[in-house]
């Protein structure tokens, strides 16, 4: 129970160290009555994430999409639920960045995901891979799966192997036309660094106009 305009904090420790986990809210309320904010932390401080919420009813289409996810010189993780009550198979696939089309995706085999089950995928094929390839450095991501729209989410990170920091990609669909743009805050001054990759999820060329909008008007920082 929460009283109105209250929070309440949940803590939880892992039932086991070897597999990962997945949590649901299930609200009684008015849709948006509820904001769940998750956090991940070792109890050394040696890791830390964010649980990211997914409205799954509201998902567009079935395959997951990320991008700008770092593979040189760290340890990328790819944990996988199956939100529904039936198995599905998903296939993650790490394509470089001058594209599928240049060739050279890494495609691991298709993984069959039980009803309502979290798996870690193993990625040691993709990990030999880049060894030897520079184009690897930094890869986008397909997962594709046989169920319907919002039975896959995912998590998908990489730890630096020298830093130890982690660097999170959402995965997400990738919805209906033009849903996936607009509003998103950066910053450019002091010794900030804001790099933004985009990724063309289709078989077509495609063009796109990034805009920053500021105080005193706009700057179209190019067309492709």
Known sequence: YLAPHATEVIRHVPRSRASGESVAVNVAGAAGSVIPTGVIASADGSFNSVIRFYETKLAKQSDLFGNGLRLAGATPHLILKNT?????????????????????????????????????????????????????????????????????????????????VNYEVPLRDSGPARSMTGAYPLKISDDYTTIVYLTNISASPTEFVAQINYDDGKYVLGRE
């Open 84 to 164: 529904s009550p039936a198995a599905i198979k998903a296939t993650p696939k790490f394509i470089p960045l001058a594209g599928s089309a240049a060739g050279g995706s890494v495609e691991l085999p298709a993984i069959a995901i039980g009803p309502n089950q979290t798996v870690e995928v193993g990625l040691n094929a993709l990990l030999n891979a880049v060894q030897n390839r520079r184009d690897l450095d930094t890869a986008s991501v397909t997962v594709s799966n046989s169920g319907a729209p919002g039975s896959l989410i995912g998590m998908l990170y990489s730890s630096d192997k020298t830093t130890g």
